[in-house]
């Protein structure tokens, strides 16, 4: 049975938007135990689909006449926290549905604003979560779902201590834990009995990723080999340190690959900028310490390389799983030193991988972009800025008022005020709406209104 058919027309409608047909294993298994109201323990591996699974029947089961938070999502990173808030508000269009992302690393300002549209979606990370409810600013009262997602994460990247704190303050409502392993630790975040969903084993590799090895005393000279005759479409190179990832970007920016650096080192904005070009093609090459091992869904990353040996088995599988994500398949590669060859890792990799065939002769050009798909998303949906905001006393209803004179109520599926500038999201197609918005009047003034590219705000 195909379990999109159990969601409402508009939910599907946004599921067609988006691109999805068909559900995965883990989308089967879950989005009906989650609509029947279980609790679920998902143990599932990175990249399998599991952000649909629990987000779809999150918003079946939002009430659209309250106004009030009914779901939470506790993410571990700053950027799998935004990729599900994208998801989400992606899925959410048809169903004007609002959501909000709390974070660090981003103006407070903004996200109060957020909160102040009464989003029925909050995704978080604990360390803002916990200041807004310990400052009594966010009403969690109307809950009926919360999300730990990546749970083995949230307590292994030294943030247990404030979820623990969190859980004691969320109410005992439907929990799901999502994660690579389940342990009695994460169990206690449950308000009560729970349903156990075991969908892989944690300690394998991904079958859809082709593990190679390499055994080199340069590693530099066998990667620029390796990057000269792949056929990349985008790598991901792992390192240990930040300072390698640095420095090993400069490298292949100096012999003009298109290439970047991403660590904790850089800031969230920055972050955001790198990956999203990653994602669109303009970087084909991503250095990135294991600050992008968990939490990041890219599509179309066809390798791994493993510059700098993974300190363990898990880190290994976790890099490797950023390929071969939704039924992809992927490559990767590891480097290793003779005398690393005793490690645990090596020995690990000597028992499940191959050794590298010889490479193929033709040359590749990876000092160009490539035309990546643009994501299905966003397909029909256009987004408008309003360059006037709250400070401007600019409202809801003043913005839906001027554009249902030139679209459909039904049209207009999300808005955000800011203090100095709006949005407008609007399910249309006409190539020409970005000429009819520009005679708009809000709030009896004639605003500026242009439309939303990817490197706005």
């Not at 799983?321 to 000597?350: C, F, M, N, P």
């Amino acid at each position: 049975m195909n379990t999109f058919t159990l969601l409402k027309p508009e939910l599907q409608r946004s599921i067609e938007r988006s691109g999805y047909r068909t559900p995965n294993a883990v989308q089967s298994r879950v989005i009906p135990l989650l609509l029947a109201g279980h609790n679920l323990f998902v143990q599932s591996k990175t990249g399998s689909g599991k952000t649909l699974a629990y987000l779809l029947p999150m918003i079946q089961n939002i009430e659209t006449d309250n106004r009030n938070i009914q779901a939470l999502i506790l993410a571990p990173t700053r950027e799998l926290a935004l990729q599900a808030d994208a998801d989400a508000r992606a899925l959410c269009l048809d169903s004007h549905i609002h959501c909000a992302c709390i974070i660090g690393g981003m103006p407070e300002s903004i996200q109060s604003n957020q909160l102040k549209s009464h989003p029925a979606i909050i995704t978080a990370t604990p360390g803002r979560l916990l200041d807004l409810l310990k400052r009594n600013l966010l009403d969690l009262a109307a809950l009926k779902l919360t999300v730990f997602d990546e749970a083995d994460q949230l307590f292994s990247s030294g943030q247990k201590d404030e979820v623990l704190e969190i859980r004691k303050l969320l109410p005992d409502v439907q929990t799901a834990l999502f994660s690579a392993t389940i342990s009695e630790e994460q169990e206690s975040l449950f308000p009560g009995d729970f349903m156990p969903v075991i969908m892989d084993d944690p300690s394998s590799i991904n079958p859809d990723i082709t593990a190679w090895l390499i055994e080199t005393d340069d590693r530099f000279r066998t990667l620029m080999d390796l990057l000269k005759h792949l056929p990349i479409t985008s790598a991901i190179i792992f390192t240990d340190y930040i300072q390698t990832c640095m420095d090993l970007s400069e490298k292949l920016q100096s012999r003009n690959i298109l290439a970047d650096a991403f660590s904790s080192h850089s800031s969230q904005s920055q972050r955001n900028r790198i990956i999203r070009r990653f994602k669109e093609g303009k970087i084909r090459v991503l250095c990135a310490t294991d600050a992008a091992a968990r939490g990041l869904d890219i599509a179309d990353v066809s390798h791994i390389i493993q510059y700098d040996l993974p300190f363990d088995r898990e880190t290994y599988i976790h890099r490797s799983g950023r390929s071969a994500h939704q039924g992809q398949t992927g490559i990767s590669i590891t480097l290793y030193s003779k005398d690393q060859k005793d490690t645990e890792t090596v020995q690990y990799l000597l028992q499940n991988a191959e050794p590298m065939p010889p490479l193929p002769e033709e040359i590749q050009d990876l000092s160009n972009p490539i035309d990546k798909a643009s994501s299905k998303h966003t397909e029909g949906v256009q987004t408008f800025i309003i360059r006037a905001g709250r400070k401007d006393k600019i409202r809801p209803g003043d913005i839906v008022g001027a554009f249902c004179s030139i679209v459909p109520y039904e049209q207009i599926t999300a808005i955000e005020i800011q203090d100095y500038f709006s949005m407008v999201s609007i399910l249309n197609t006409d190539r020409h709406l970005s000429d009819k918005v520009r005679d708009l009047q809000i709030k009896g003034r004639r605003r500026r209104i242009e439309k939303k590219r990817n490197r706005d705000l």
